[in-house]
C-alpha cells in the first residue's frame, strides 16, 4: 500500500478535494464503475467531463472542473497537468526496474564494448565495433550493426535493425542501379527511446544522428545521414528521407513522410499523414499534402 499523503508530496497538487483516502493498493484505468475507495486514477486535462461520473477512489485530475459537480465519496487531487502529475507518481512509486542480463541465444561479437546493467534479449545480434552504454535495454530479435554507437539509458524493443544499409543507389551507364557503399555507421545518444519494428540507417560518410532523449515509435524508419535534435518526438510510421535535419523538441506526427535534404527547424509540430516537400522553419505548424504552415507558435 501506498500512503496518499506521500503521493501529494510527490505531485503537489493545487487543491485537494472530497473524503480523504489515506491509501491505494494500485492503479487502474478511468473506470466510472469502479466502487473501490484504494484505487488511483487519472483525468485527463483534454477530457475533464469524463471525472464527473466517478464513484470512488483517488482521482489526480485538471483543476479547471466544477468543484460541485464531484462525487464527494471520491478524494480529488487536482492539478495543473494531471498528465505530468500521474507520470509521477509512476516513475516514484510503481516503475519496474527494467531486467538486467544477456540472454543465452544472442550473438555479440567479440570487439563489442558493453557498458553496465545492461539487458540483452533472445536473438539479439550485434556487430562487431559497437559501443553499447550503460543501463540500456536491447528487446528480443533486435539487430545493431557494426560500428554502432548507443548512449547510457537507451531503450530499443523488438526486431528493430540499428545501422543497416541506406537505400542509397547510382544508375550506371549500362543503366543498372549500384548500391553506394555505406561507410558511415549511426550514433544513439543518452536516454533515446526506440519502439519496435524500427529501421535506423547508417550514414554513406558520417553519422546518423539520433540526439539526446529523442523518442521513437514503432514502424518508423529513418534514412542514412538523417539527424534528429533533442526531446523530438517521431511518431509510427513516419518516413524521414536522407540526410533530412530535424530540430529540437518536434513532433513528428504518424505517417509523416519527409523527402531527401530537408531541414526542419526547431519546436515544428507536422500533423498526421503530412508529406513534407520544403522545409520547415523553428516554432511553426504544419500540416498537409504538400505539407504548408498553418500556425506560427508563440514563443
Given at each position: 500500500m501506498i500512503s496518499v499523503d506521500q503521493i501529494v508530496r510527490v505531485v503537489s497538487p493545487a487543491?485537494?478535494?472530497?473524503?480523504?483516502?489515506?491509501?491505494?493498493?494500485?492503479?487502474?484505468?478511468?473506470?466510472?464503475?469502479?466502487?473501490?475507495?484504494r484505487v488511483l486514477m487519472w483525468v485527463s486535462a483534454k477530457r475533464p467531463d469524463s471525472i464527473y461520473s466517478l464513484q470512488a477512489g483517488v482521482i489526480i485530475g485538471p483543476l479547471s472542473v466544477d468543484l460541485s459537480r464531484l462525487n464527494s465519496n471520491c478524494y480529488f487531487l487536482l492539478c495543473e497537468n494531471p498528465r505530468s502529475a500521474f507520470q509521477q507518481v509512476v516513475e516514484t512509486f510503481f516503475k519496474v526496474d527494467h531486467p538486467v542480463g544477456i540472454s543465452e541465444s544472442s550473438k555479440i561479437h567479440e570487439s563489442v564494448v558493453l557498458g553496465n546493467d545492461i539487458f540483452v534479449g533472445e536473438h539479439v545480434v550485434i556487430e562487431k565495433n559497437c559501443v553499447i552504454g550503460d543501463r540500456c535495454v536491447i528487446s528480443h530479435g533486435t539487430v545493431i550493426r557494426q560500428g554502432t554507437v548507443i548512449g547510457n539509458d537507451v531503450v530499443l524493443g523488438s526486431?528493430?535493425?540499428?545501422?543497416?544499409?541506406?537505400?542509397?543507389?547510382?544508375?550506371?551507364?549500362?543503366?543498372?542501379?549500384?548500391?553506394?557503399?555505406?561507410?558511415?555507421?549511426?550514433?544513439?545518444?543518452?536516454?533515446?527511446?526506440?519502439?519496435?519494428?524500427?529501421?535506423?540507417?547508417?550514414?554513406?560518410?558520417?553519422?546518423?544522428?539520433?540526439?539526446?532523449?529523442?523518442?521513437?515509435?514503432?514502424?518508423?524508419?529513418?534514412?542514412?545521414?538523417?539527424?534528429?535534435?533533442?526531446?523530438?518526438?517521431?511518431?509510427?510510421?513516419?518516413?524521414?528521407?536522407?540526410?533530412?535535419?530535424?530540430?529540437?523538441?518536434?513532433?513528428?506526427?504518424?505517417?509523416?513522410?519527409?523527402?531527401?535534404?530537408?531541414?526542419?527547424?526547431?519546436?515544428?509540430?507536422?500533423?498526421?499523414?503530412?508529406?513534407?516537400?520544403?522545409?520547415?522553419?523553428?516554432?511553426?505548424?504544419?500540416?498537409?499534402?504538400?505539407?504548408?504552415?498553418?500556425?506560427?507558435?508563440?514563443?
Open positions: 487543491k485537494l478535494h472530497g473524503k480523504k483516502i489515506e491509501y491505494v493498493e494500485g492503479l487502474i484505468q478511468l473506470d466510472p464503475s469502479n466502487t473501490v475507495d526486431n528493430n535493425v540499428i545501422g543497416g544499409t541506406g537505400f542509397g543507389y547510382e544508375k550506371g551507364e549500362d543503366g543498372d542501379f549500384n548500391l553506394i557503399t555505406h561507410l558511415g555507421n549511426v550514433v544513439v545518444e543518452d536516454r533515446v527511446e526506440i519502439g519496435s519494428n524500427s529501421c535506423i540507417d547508417r550514414a554513406v560518410l558520417g553519422s546518423t544522428l539520433i540526439r539526446k532523449n529523442v523518442k521513437i515509435d514503432n514502424l518508423v524508419h529513418i534514412a542514412h545521414g538523417v539527424e534528429i535534435g533533442e526531446n523530438t518526438l517521431v511518431i509510427g510510421c513516419a518516413q524521414i528521407a536522407g540526410s533530412v535535419k530535424i530540430g529540437k523538441n518536434c513532433w513528428i506526427a504518424p505517417s509523416v513522410s519527409i523527402i531527401q535534404k530537408i531541414v526542419i527547424g526547431d519546436n515544428v509540430t507536422i500533423g498526421i499523414g503530412s508529406v513534407v516537400l520544403k522545409s520547415i522553419d523553428s516554432n511553426q505548424v504544419a500540416f498537409g499534402n504538400p505539407c504548408r504552415v498553418v500556425e506560427h507558435k508563440k514563443v
